[in-house]
DNA sequence: ATAAATTAGTTTCCATGTCAACTATTTTTA
DNA sequence: TAAAAATAGTTGACATGGAAACTAATTTAT
């Protein structure tokens, strides 16, 4: 078996992993009224302080559209807050409120049950070396495959 | 750090890596109108030869309304053959048409460069172990994460 | 053997994700 | 410095994905 063979296996098990977690995470988050993409816009946001959509577009590789969408729902159900940019009137400064860090301080709680659980019997090691892997590859397909 | 720490990044990665293949998957197939999805239940029935909704709504993990609507658009476009089951009438056989499977071929054609290029320069050693990696996460994640 | 439960697949409704076109602003360039 | 190009974000149209309710057939249990 060589090297191409395995490429395809890698990428069909990406995707069937990443739709059963986006699957699993939309569960998880139902009774927040969020979902899996929702909620990573809301994390980023917590975890930056404040930022720009822009920067999550080319972080999390998202359409802006998209990203757009979800700001404007996450602002609807107060969990964000939308400063102006003094600086650039086109683009707006994002922070999480205090209830957006609540519902955020929630989920995770969840999100960390959950991952005990399916972590459970694997070692330690064997994890980070599987998030090594992954930090390779998401370098790899993030930065777009060259013709 | 210990294993708690390694379960979000990890999550959080395939989901990222997911999202983007997905997205790449559509852009890649876009010329045969199919999107990701849509072609992994057309590749699914083709190797199989034959086979039923049921069983690739267990194999694929997907919705069965999800797979009942790709098979209907799949039947529509003329890339796959619906036989009644004699054995059971709620259910039937499904199979590709040879123009289905001639556009599966130019599929795989295209999709086989583009993995060339992202597996340009990992090594193969390295390649095998993902492959084992997403193997094990892929069966922690589809037999459910257990009370 | 019949009623109840299960199973295979479909349909409907609705939220979501994507694309393209758009506005407004900022940066580049000629 | 004025025109052209690029950038940040929004909007509308449209296909898709998912939950629930549904039909029809099959299996299980009484």
Redesign the interface.
């Given at each position: 078996?060589?090297?191409?063979d395995?490429?395809?296996?890698?990428?069909?098990?990406?995707?069937?992993?990443?739709?059963?977690?986006?699957?699993?995470?939309n569960q998880l988050l139902l009774p927040f009224n969020l979902n899996?993409q929702q909620f990573?816009i809301l994390f980023s946001i917590e975890k930056a302080g404040k930022v720009q959509q822009k920067s999550m577009v080319n972080q999390?590789?998202?359409e802006k559209a998209h990203v757009s969408k979800i700001v404007k729902k996450l602002s609807e159900m107060g969990l964000i807050e939308i400063k102006a940019d003094s600086e650039d009137k086109r683009s707006s400064w994002l922070s999480t409120t205090p209830e957006g860090s609540k519902i955020m301080k929630q989920c995770q709680k969840i999100?960390?049950e959950?991952?005990?659980?399916?972590?459970n019997g694997?070692d330690?090691n064997?994890?980070?070396?599987?998030?090594d892997?992954?930090?390779?590859?998401?370098s790899?397909?993030?930065n777009g495959?060259?013709?």
């Amino acid at each position: 078996m060589n090297s191409e063979d395995f490429a395809p296996v890698i990428i069909g098990k990406l995707l069937n992993i990443g739709g059963m977690l986006q699957r699993s995470g939309n569960q998880l988050l139902l009774p927040f009224n969020l979902n899996q993409q929702q909620f990573s816009i809301l994390f980023s946001i917590e975890k930056a302080g404040k930022v720009q959509q822009k920067s999550m577009v080319n972080q999390l590789m998202l359409e802006k559209a998209h990203v757009s969408k979800i700001v404007k729902k996450l602002s609807e159900m107060g969990l964000i807050e939308i400063k102006a940019d003094s600086e650039d009137k086109r683009s707006s400064w994002l922070s999480t409120t205090p209830e957006g860090s609540k519902i955020m301080k929630q989920c995770q709680k969840i999100i960390t049950e959950w991952n005990k659980r399916w972590i459970n019997g694997i070692d330690k090691n064997q994890l980070k070396s599987i998030a090594d892997d992954l930090t390779l590859l998401q370098s790899v397909f993030k930065n777009g495959i060259e013709k």
